[in-house]
């Protein structure tokens, strides 16, 4: 991350601050753009997945006619995530 001079003046203008100050408040402005762009794109991602409703719908067809045969990669792909998932929660 680049903080310009100009950025910097500004910022330590004000009375009683210091460069670190400006420092910090420029990399708090920077990061706050990066988490902007990073909700967008979530944001766009989830958009675009299928609905829950219609997946399970799908699975529940493939089961009922036989033909839902996970490999052992997906299976341990699916227990991987919900391992992390689970650790997340319990965060919370």
């Known amino acids: 991350m680049r903080i310009s001079d100009a950025e910097v003046k500004k910022i330590i203008s004000n009375p009683g601050s210091s460069i670190v100050d400006a420092i910090e ?3 708090v402005e920077n ?3 990066q988490d902007k762009q990073l909700v967008k794109a979530i944001t766009q991602d989830v958009m ?3 609905d829950r409703e219609e997946m399970v719908a799908e699975l529940r067809a493939q089961i009922a006619a036989g033909l839902y045969n996970p490999s052992g990669e997906e299976i341990v792909d699916a ?3 919900r391992a992390v998932a689970d650790q997340y929660k319990q965060r919370d």
């Open 48 to 50: 675009a997945m299928q």
């Open 25 to 27: 408040k420029v990399a």
């Open 79 to 81: 227990m991987v995530r």
């Open 31 to 33: 990061i706050r753009q």
